[in-house]
């Protein structure tokens, strides 16, 4: 079975930092791009980040350039999210969804919920 | 940036047809996807690549894309289909982009 776990998430204040991490079973991770997308409470999806299989290519959206980071560990099956500089409107649940190729996002974890509040 | 429009509610009786659409300057030269979230869910991919459905999604669940537009079908639309359903379109330059999203409700 194909499964993604995050974990990582909490409370932070603004201006703080924190690191997400997703667990990658039943497929081979290092074969496929992942991503983060996130949903802030009551609203809709928005993409944060992808990566290539590699991990040698890195996009975000304007919203999170420079204050987040996308990397991935193929040989722990993991993918990591470094969020930096952390603000109110950062708060959403973030989940990681595998790319099969087609541009569409086919897997996704449970997602792990991200607070940033003083 | 680009951007995914898509009405906020839709409702539809038991068995009727649903339909719901995504709005996007040249839509239908990229292919679109749909997603089904219930409520404390995760996101289901239903339709890729405008037309094709992901192993275990019901036939009642159709797509097209032409022009500016993404559709969404759920012919005989049942009870467990009530959800919020999201387009989604990959750009050049803005890369994955979400519509604003619809919620479905049946009647």
């Known amino acids: 079975e194909v499964l993604l776990l995050e974990s990582g998430g909490g409370l932070v204040q603004p201006g703080g930092s924190l690191r997400l991490s997703c667990a990658a079973s039943?497929?081979?991770?290092?074969?496929?791009?992942m991503n983060w997308v996130r949903q802030a409470p009551g609203k809709g999806l928005e993409w944060v980040s992808a990566i290539t299989g590699s991990g040698g290519s890195t996009f975000y959206p304007d919203s999170v350039k420079g204050r987040f980071t996308i990397s991935r560990d193929n040989s722990k099956n993991t993918l990591y999210l470094q969020m930096n500089s952390l603000r109110a409107e950062d708060t959403a649940l973030y989940y990681c969804a595998k790319t099969p190729g087609s541009n569409a996002f086919d897997i996704w974890g449970q997602g792990t919920m991200v607070t940033v509040s003083s | 940036s680009y951007e995914l429009t898509q009405p906020p509610s839709v409702s539809v009786s038991p068995g009727q047809t649903a339909t719901i659409t995504c709005s996007g300057d040249?839509?239908?030269?990229?292919?679109a996807c749909w997603y089904q979230q219930k409520p404390g869910q995760s996101p289901v991919l239903v339709i890729y690549q405008d037309t094709k459905r992901p192993s275990g999604i019901p036939e009642r669940f159709s797509g097209s894309n032409s022009g500016n537009t993404a559709t969404l079908t759920i012919s005989g639309t049942q009870a467990m289909d009530e959800a919020d359903y999201y387009c989604q379109a990959w750009d050049s330059t803005t890369y994955y982009v979400f519509g604003t999203g619809t919620k479905v409700t049946v009647l």
């Open positions: 040249k839509l239908g030269d990229k292919y």
């Open positions: 039943g497929f081979t991770f290092s074969m496929y791009a």
